[in-house]
């Protein structure tokens, strides 16, 4: 068995953009119409995907329209993760068919209330890790409280998550490759499955994270080189077949 490959949505002002290292003043913007680009992904393959509401992660005003319209726009299992910091996000969500709400900020700031979020939610709470040079970014990456991603991820663990996604801050939007090795530390501290996450810029990349399955990496995030071309995803998947939906517990 081999990771899965999960496209990338990041929503900002309604539009579908990539960010370079979480710097919103280095935003690229795409396309305008989010549930075109998450039914093209899922006609290419995709049985999962990632949207992230980066309005919503600064604390502005989100894009939860444009996430019921992706829901209904995507059949397989679509994870949603910025902003969600009470339970009448989570609520919400869960309402609009988020399948997996990943939280990042009230992991490193409120752990009691990502508890209370598994007690409402059920197995669909996934950790998100962002990291740069070792310390969780918050906020949108604006922010830190001096935390290391080793305590995030054992909190992830202890608290009852499902699955970590892990980002090196400095990779995103890089095409220089996830760190992965960074991920399977992660896989090992906490004892969860990790979803590898910024950086992939080609198809060797995406090669390389799957062949870390038996060390923990369960899936691949894939934004900017989608868009941009360098990867195409129906053929992605015809070397690495996606997952079924079923199948995916994490």
């Not at 962002?130 to 409280?145: M, N």
């Not at 909190?155 to 760190?179: E, K, W």
């Not at 080609?202 to 941009?228: F, M, N, P, S, W």
Request: with cysteine.
């Amino acid at each position: 068995m081999s990771c899965t490959i999960i496209p990338a949505i990041d929503l900002l002002g309604g539009r579908c953009v990539r960010l370079h290292q979480g710097d919103y003043d280095a935003a690229t913007s795409y396309r305008d119409d989010p549930a075109a680009v998450a039914a093209e992904f899922a006609s290419s393959g995709a049985t999962r995907l990632h949207v992230v509401d980066l309005d919503a992660a600064r604390g502005t005003a989100g894009n939860r329209d444009s996430i019921t319209a992706i829901r209904r726009a995507f059949p397989g299992l679509l994870e949603v993760g910025g902003g969600i910091r009470s339970l009448d996000d989570v609520d919400d969500l869960l309402a609009r068919g988020a399948d997996r709400l990943v939280v990042g900020t009230v992991l490193a700031r409120d752990p009691y209330l990502v508890g209370r979020m598994i007690a409402r939610a059920g197995a669909r709470i996934v950790a998100g890790v962002d990291a740069r040079d070792g310390i969780v970014q918050v906020s949108g990456w604006l922010e830190h409280d001096g935390l290391s991603d080793e305590a995030a991820a054992r909190r992830a663990s202890d608290l009852g998550c499902i699955s970590i996604i892990y980002t090196n801050i400095r990779r995103d939007g890089t095409g220089t490759g996830p760190d992965l090795s960074r991920c399977v530390t992660v896989a090992a501290w906490s004892g969860l499955p990790v979803i590898a996450s910024g950086g992939v810029g080609t198809a060797q990349h995406i090669d390389y994270a799957c062949q870390r399955y038996e060390d923990g990496i369960v899936g691949v995030i894939a934004g900017k080189a989608l868009y941009d071309g360098a990867i195409e995803l129906g053929s992605l998947f015809r070397s690495h077949p996606p997952a079924a939906v079923s199948g995916m517990h994490w």
